[in-house]
């Protein structure tokens, strides 16, 4: 079954209120994850991963915004495909041209790595660890409190469907935005927090889909590098 | 949103060609040279006897066909040229206005309020927008591996990177794309489409209601922003190196 994601513009205003709050050093108010009741939680993840209806593949258009925390940054236009195995890619492009290409072509793999040169470093920390990310948010695999770690969700106040993530083994605070479409709920918006710096996607187009995505969705470009081996932007060039 | 490879690339044909004689159709269809020299020699010919306009307007659409999706990623908007400048304001699905003036690129997203600023693409040839098609350029960096104007109303051609030279590739604003197929009106030399082609992507502009219009200065162009519109100069920010 093919699910249309969401298209509203709030979502895209909540995003971008959500990166100015950020950019100011203030956060929404939020919710005391404690004062959830754990059955919340669980079924927030449940929304997040279009539960009952698995998918094979998932993809999302958008835009990225990109903030050093230093008054500088873009805004990219994104493209997000990844399947329910770990394969991954996020590829974003500003006035047409590809600056940015992220890629884990196989379960498990290496992310490999694709910048411009004017791409800030500052994107390449949090942007590597997306894939494990959202790998993790597409096969339900998520750290729920109460596994052993610390990791803690909250709800942001006067936003039924946004949440707040701090784990401590992605090193960043991560926002999400849920929204409902049609019998499954998608990942509207996603945020990655690291000091100053943020990154944050919101799509005004997301498609759980039941086929799998096409077969070069996870090529990585002949000329990205391994994460490790890319030890600067533009270095795989 | 727009996509400079195909903005550049238009602006290579759009404007400005030099001769001002009436294209003569019956001349226009004669059979095309096999060789590639020839058809070098023949689309300069061709390109001479067109007319020159000194400004445009019209409506375009962009589609971009990814490995990445199943369906292509469209956009939707309006197009001017003028002599050195080429003004894009995109309506859909995300209002944005780039200015491609004076070897740089200005691009206005205002559901951000932001303004970026970055060079334009230097090695490609449409860099020079505005100006006229210069065949002697294309022909050191690509293949003319086609060229058609039987109809006697288009004037069609592709160029494909040449063996070796990854000029090309970077001449597409650094995409990736390693040929190109441009239609032209062969009354007006105006764009009809353009279509660049990648390894792995394409991307198809199509022009529509494209018509000449009186000499425009570049200033006419000219993109004004609101009051407190953050404009971020990434033609010095986000060097490697900078991170924070």
């Known amino acids: ?237 | 949103m727009h996509w400079l490879g195909a903005a550049a690339l238009a602006g290579v044909c759009a404007l400005g060609v030099a001769a001002a004689e009436p294209t003569d159709r019956a001349e226009a269809a004669a059979p095309m040279p096999a060789d590639d020299a020839g058809r070098w020699d023949a689309l300069a010919h061709r390109v001479a006897a067109l007319p020159e306009v000194p400004a445009a307007a019209g409506r375009f659409t962009q589609e971009k066909r990814t490995p990445l999706l199943r369906r292509p990623v469209t956009s939707h908007g309006t197009v001017r040229f003028a002599p050195g400048a080429v003004r894009w304001d995109t309506l859909e699905p995300h209002p944005s206005t780039m200015l491609i003036h004076r070897g740089r690129v200005e691009l206005f997203l205002p559901q951000q309020r932001t303004l970026e600023v970055f060079p334009a693409p230097e090695a490609l040839p449409g860099a020079a927008l505005g100006q006229a098609l210069d065949v002697d350029a294309l022909r050191q960096r690509f293949t003319l591996t086609e060229l058609d104007d039987a109809d006697g109303q288009t004037l069609r051609f592709v160029l494909t990177a040449r063996d070796g030279d990854d000029q090309p590739t970077q001449a597409a604003a650094g995409a990736g794309f390693d040929r190109v197929a441009l239609t032209l009106d062969a009354a007006t030399g105006l764009p009809q489409r353009v279509q660049l082609d990648g390894e792995a992507e394409s991307l198809v502009i199509t022009f529509e209601a494209l018509t000449p219009q009186p000499a425009l200065d570049a200033a006419a162009l000219r993109l004004e922003v609101p009051a407190g519109t953050k404009v971020v100069d990434l033609q010095t920010a986000g060097r490697p190196g900078a991170d924070g």
């Open chain 1, 1 to 237: 079954m093919r699910q249309r994601g969401p298209r509203t513009p709030m979502l895209l205003a909540a995003a971008t209120l959500l990166a100015a709050a950020g950019c100011a050093g203030t956060r929404p108010p939020r919710v005391d994850p404690s004062a959830l009741p754990p059955a919340d939680l669980a079924t927030v993840f449940d929304i997040l991963l279009t539960r009952g209806q698995p998918s094979a593949g998932w993809s999302g258009t958008g835009r990225m915004a990109l903030d050093d925390g230093r008054g500088g940054g873009t805004t990219l236009d994104v493209i997000v495909v990844a399947d329910g195995t770990g394969r991954f890619r996020l590829q974003a492009s500003r006035a047409g041209a590809t600056v940015l290409d992220v890629c884990v072509p196989a379960p498990g793999a290496p992310t490999w790595w694709w910048a411009d040169e004017r791409v800030p470093d500052a994107a390449r920390a949090s942007l590597t660890r997306l894939p494990a990310l959202w790998s993790s948010l597409l096969n339900q695999r998520w750290p729920v409190r109460g596994e052993g770690d610390d990791s803690a969700m909250s709800q942001l106040a006067g936003e039924p469907d946004a949440f707040v993530l701090a784990v401590p083994d992605v090193q960043q605070r991560v926002g999400l935005g849920v929204a409902r479409s049609g019998d499954a709920w998608v990942v509207s918006r996603l945020t990655l927090d690291a000091g100053p710096r943020r990154i944050a996607l919101a799509f005004d187009e997301v498609l759980a889909e039941d086929v799998a995505p096409p077969a070069g969705a996870f090529v990585p470009r002949a000329d990205a590098r391994p994460v490790d081996q890319a030890n600067t932007t533009g270095a795989a060039r």
